[in-house]
């Protein structure tokens, strides 16, 4: 089973800022990767799928690169409805696995 | 609207069944690929099982032999029905659906969720 590792676990940032968030890949999933973002109390929301692609209706804010083992998040400007944790997933290998998250707070 | 409404958690006792189901409006559940995902509490997201338009049923090792995943289609409704539960299936269950056949790990549309808390 391919484990993805999220870093940093916790980041704190303020609003208008950049965020870089961090998957790793046990061993190589292409670009087999998607991101979600979840709210306290909601279900998670699909963002990016295959690395790079945004989902529908994804603010252009949001982007995800990578391929191979290491994929990074990036939000280019926080907004206040952004703070949220974050979570990685791969549909290289079965079953399909997620990371542990990463949570974005406000600094 | 494209909607997904849970129903059927609660709380059971270890050794126990549950029936989940997940009403489905603005989209026919039998024509895309639908699947279960479970998050326990304070942790991660748990893939838990898959059914394919075509009606083909996948699981995560977890599960296998214990949950069971269908569909009625006449009420465009997805269920999990879970026997022998232990406590480690404790979680907020949600159903989601596909993207797209091709890569239906990445899911784009999900329920609320549904909690079961199995414990005596």
């Known amino acids: 089973e391919i484990v993805l590792t999220q870093s940093p676990a916790t980041l704190s940032l303020s609003p208008g800022e950049r965020a870089t968030l961090s998957c790793r890949a046990s061993?190589?999933?292409?670009?087999?990767l998607a991101w979600y973002q979840q709210k306290p109390g909601q279900a998670p929301r699909l963002l990016i799928y295959?690395?790079?692609n945004r989902a529908t209706g994804i603010p252009a804010r949001f982007s995800g690169s990578g391929s191979g083992t290491d994929f990074t998040l990036t939000i280019s400007s926080l907004e206040p409805e952004d703070f949220a944790v974050y979570y990685c997933?791969?549909?290289?290998?079965?079953?399909?696995?997620f990371g542990q998250g990463t949570r974005l707070e406000i600094k | 609207e494209v909607q997904l409404v849970e129903t059927g958690g609660g709380l059971i006792q270890p050794g126990g069944s549950l029936r989940l189901s997940c009403a489905a409006s603005?989209?026919?559940?039998?024509?895309?690929?639908m699947s279960w995902v479970r998050q326990a509490p304070g942790k991660g997201l748990e893939w838990v099982s898959v059914?394919?338009?075509?009606?083909?049923?996948y699981y995560a090792d977890s599960v296998k032999g214990r949950f069971t995943i269908s569909r009625d289609n006449s009420k465009n409704t997805l269920y999990l029905q879970m026997n022998s539960l232990r406590a480690e299936d404790t979680a907020v269950y949600y159903c989601?659906?596909?993207?797209?056949?091709?890569?239906?790990?990445?899911?784009?549309?999900w329920g609320k969720g549904t909690t079961v808390t199995v414990s005596s």
């Open positions: 603005g989209f026919t559940v039998s024509s895309n690929y």
């Open positions: 061993q190589s999933v292409s670009s087999y």
């Open positions: 059914i394919y338009s075509g009606g083909s049923t």
């Open positions: 989601a659906r596909a993207r797209s056949p091709a890569n239906w790990r990445y899911m784009d549309v």
């Open positions: 295959d690395a790079s």
């Open positions: 997933q791969q549909r290289s290998n079965w079953p399909g696995t």
